[in-house]
């Protein structure tokens, strides 16, 4: 049977990993588990949010996978060095990813970072960033109403653009070249995001350099898959299914329509 990418966040956020895993290694089958009866993640505590991590990790251990993708920032700052002592597997996460992604972007030094209240009270991406590069500036702002847009099925709404406004008022007269999007979610949100902070800034997102990772990190344990027909990928979710369904396959689109799917709902 042929090794899983396991990937897992609060909700659909991961999904816009996934996606960039699908485009970027298309023979890999990848499980994907959602929290979402439990998201959001942002407003728990990082014990909390430490132990639903290690619940679904536990549940996706049973499916053998090759590796584990912490395709949620929150779970990544509060869990990422404690899963990774646990499991005998590759365990990444979406921070360092993401700090290098906009370390690479950024001319002027000045960066942003958006994320959940939890991400941004860890200061984890300000350490990753400084760790890479020590003068780098960061202006980082929490954006706790974003997430819900997303997990309602809002993110295309008309409404998606006033809650973007707000959400960024904080940090959109900055000096800054580029803005980290520090919660996998906000991707579902590129185009609201991008037309309130100006052309003048990049939009991060630590999707395509996550993606990179798995891929370099089974290259050199030479794991990468070499099958011929396409992958049968698994979903699972803890909550509403047809919503979870809907937001998937439209965020998804081709990666899961050409094939065969597994839809699963799941109590933990
Ligand atoms: N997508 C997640 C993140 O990257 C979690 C968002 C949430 O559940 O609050 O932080």
Same mark, same amino acid.
């Given at each position: 049977?042929?090794?899983?990418?396991?990937?897992?966040?609060? $909700?659909?956020?991961?999904l816009? @990993? *996934?996606?960039?895993?699908?485009?970027?290694?298309?023979r890999?089958?990848?499980?994907?588990?959602g929290?979402?009866?439990?998201?959001?993640?942002?407003?728990?505590?990082?014990?909390?949010?430490?132990?639903?991590?290690?619940?679904?990790?536990d549940?996706?251990? !049973?499916?053998?996978?090759?590796?584990?993708?912490i395709?949620? /920032?929150?779970?990544?700052?509060a869990?990422?060095?404690?899963?990774?002592?646990?499991?005998?597997? =590759?365990?990444? $996460?979406? #921070?360092?990813?993401?700090?290098?992604? *906009?370390?690479?972007?950024?001319?002027?030094? %000045?960066?942003?970072?958006?994320?959940?209240?939890?991400?941004?009270?860890s200061g984890?991406?300000?350490a990753?960033?400084?760790?890479?590069? =020590?003068?780098?500036?960061?202006?980082?702002?929490?954006? =706790?109403? +974003? @997430?819900?847009?997303? &997990? %309602?099925? +809002?993110?295309?709404?008309? !409404?998606?653009?006033?809650?973007? &406004?707000?959400?960024? /008022?904080?940090?959109?007269?900055?000096?800054?070249?580029?803005? #980290?999007?520090?919660?996998?979610?906000?991707?579902? +949100?590129?185009?609201? #995001?991008?037309?309130v902070?100006?052309? $003048? @800034?990049?939009?991060?997102?630590?999707?395509? &350099?996550?993606?990179?990772?798995?891929?370099?990190?089974?290259?050199?344990?030479?794991?990468?898959?070499?099958?011929?027909?396409?992958?049968?990928?698994?979903?699972?979710?803890?909550g509403? =299914?047809?919503?979870?369904?809907? #937001?998937?396959?439209?965020?998804?689109?081709?990666?899961?329509?050409?094939?065969?799917?597994?839809? !699963?709902?799941?109590?933990?």
């Open positions: 049977m042929q090794q899983a990418i396991a990937i897992l966040d609060s $909700g659909v956020g991961g816009t @990993v *996934a996606k960039e895993v699908m485009r970027q290694l298309p890999e089958k990848i499980i994907y588990f929290d979402t009866a439990r998201a959001p993640y942002g407003p728990r505590t990082p014990e909390e949010v430490r132990v639903f991590t290690e619940q679904i990790v549940y996706l251990i !049973q499916y053998d996978p090759k590796m584990v993708v395709a949620c /920032n929150t779970a990544t700052a869990a990422l060095d404690y899963i990774s002592s646990k499991v005998s597997v =590759p365990v990444i $996460g979406v #921070i360092h990813p993401g700090a290098r992604a *906009a370390i690479s972007a950024t001319k002027s030094g %000045h960066v942003g970072v958006i994320g959940t209240v939890g991400t941004i009270s984890a991406y300000t990753a960033l400084k760790q890479l590069s =020590p003068y780098v500036e960061v202006r980082s702002q929490a954006c =706790p109403q +974003l @997430v819900q847009l997303v &997990e %309602h099925g +809002l993110y295309r709404s008309s !409404q998606s653009l006033k809650v973007v &406004e707000e959400s960024l /008022n904080g940090i959109k007269d900055s000096p800054i070249d580029c803005l #980290i999007l520090g919660c996998t979610h906000y991707p579902f +949100l590129m185009e609201p #995001i991008q037309q902070m100006g052309p $003048g @800034v990049k939009l991060i997102s630590s999707a395509d &350099e996550t993606a990179r990772e798995v891929s370099t990190i089974l290259y050199d344990k030479e794991q990468l898959a070499s099958n011929d027909e396409s992958p049968v990928h698994q979903f699972f979710c803890t509403d =299914p047809i919503m979870f369904q809907r #937001i998937a396959t439209e965020w998804l689109g081709d990666h899961i329509t050409r094939t065969p799917v597994v839809w !699963q709902i799941t109590k933990l």
